[in-house]
């Protein structure tokens, strides 16, 4: 699905973005965000056919574009990417430390053990070797901006979410120690927690499992589902993803200069 930008509100000409998940929809939306404004796209994902197809939508901008593939959870892989980044483009002034993945959902004593490590090894130890690679390579460049990917599920626990709920909590911890350690570095941190965003992979993946759980909170038909969420949102809609870039851009603006350690919710009222 191509995200197809709006106008852009701040400029980032001559700037560069590295977007871990960039081929993802939050990663795609900001591409696309960035890109419009003028920036450098550092594209870095594990799904080369999707990071082609965006690459191809990307060149439409006529900013420089690298796609690169990167294992979060691999230090040595994250460290020589950013390497090969900086030799290619000489600089990276913003990090979207995105990647993740949303990971099973059931209830927590038929939570599997073996997805639970898995969302805590992509959504913490992988955010982690991205966010201490960011910071080191920024730091040698003077200062710059990292946004993490955390959620909505980081502030208030969702049901049959243990494992990603549990992440995101921590990438907003992570997140909130990384802006005291770097602010006199002039490396500015902050989290985005989205809450209910579609269309897109996530948004129906979550309707369609929260709906076979048989819990008590949803119904078992997916679009019954989809109609619960919804009305659990003030504003009676879903966020777009369009939405969450905005929120990105934002945080990584010079609009943002004096804001450090933040988490943007981005949740229509919840």
């Not at 990417?81 to 990276?92: E, L, M, P, S, W």
């Not at 200062?143 to 993490?148: D, K, L, P, S």
């Not at 200069?257 to 933040?262: A, L, P, R």
Request: net charge negative.
């Amino acid at each position: 699905m191509a995200t197809q930008a709006g106008t852009a509100t701040y400029s980032f000409t001559d700037k560069t973005i590295l977007i871990t998940g960039g081929a993802g929809d939050f990663g795609r939306a900001v591409d696309h965000r960035f890109a419009s404004s003028g920036a450098g796209i550092i594209l870095l994902d594990l799904n080369e056919t999707k990071q082609a197809e965006v690459a191809a939508e990307l060149a439409n901008y006529k900013v420089p574009i690298a796609s690169l593939r990167c294992d979060v959870t691999n230090v040595d892989e994250v460290k020589a990417t950013f390497d090969r980044a900086i030799n290619q483009f000489g600089h990276i002034d913003y990090v979207f430390n995105n990647a993740g993945y949303q990971g099973a959902f059931a209830t927590t004593d038929n939570y599997p053990e073996d997805d639970f490590r898995k969302v805590i090894e992509i959504n913490v130890v992988g955010v982690f070797h991205v966010l201490k690679t960011a910071a080191t390579c920024l730091k040698q460049q003077g200062g710059g901006a990292i946004v993490n990917t955390a959620s909505y599920a980081g502030v208030v626990g969702p049901a049959n979410m243990l494992a990603y709920g549990a992440s995101k909590f921590a990438v907003i911890g992570m997140t909130q120690t990384a802006a005291k350690d770097l602010a006199l570095h002039k490396i500015r941190v902050n989290a985005l927690s989205p809450a209910l965003i579609g269309p897109g992979y996530m948004w129906t993946r979550q309707t369609e499992l929260q709906a076979a759980v048989g819990s008590q909170y949803f119904d078992t038909d997916p679009k019954v589902v989809e109609q619960q969420m919804i009305q659990s949102v003030p504003m009676r809609r879903l966020g777009s993803l369009e939405e969450v870039a905005s929120g990105v851009a934002f945080l990584m603006s010079e609009e943002a200069t004096y804001i450090t350690g933040f988490n943007l919710e981005i949740t229509g009222g919840q």
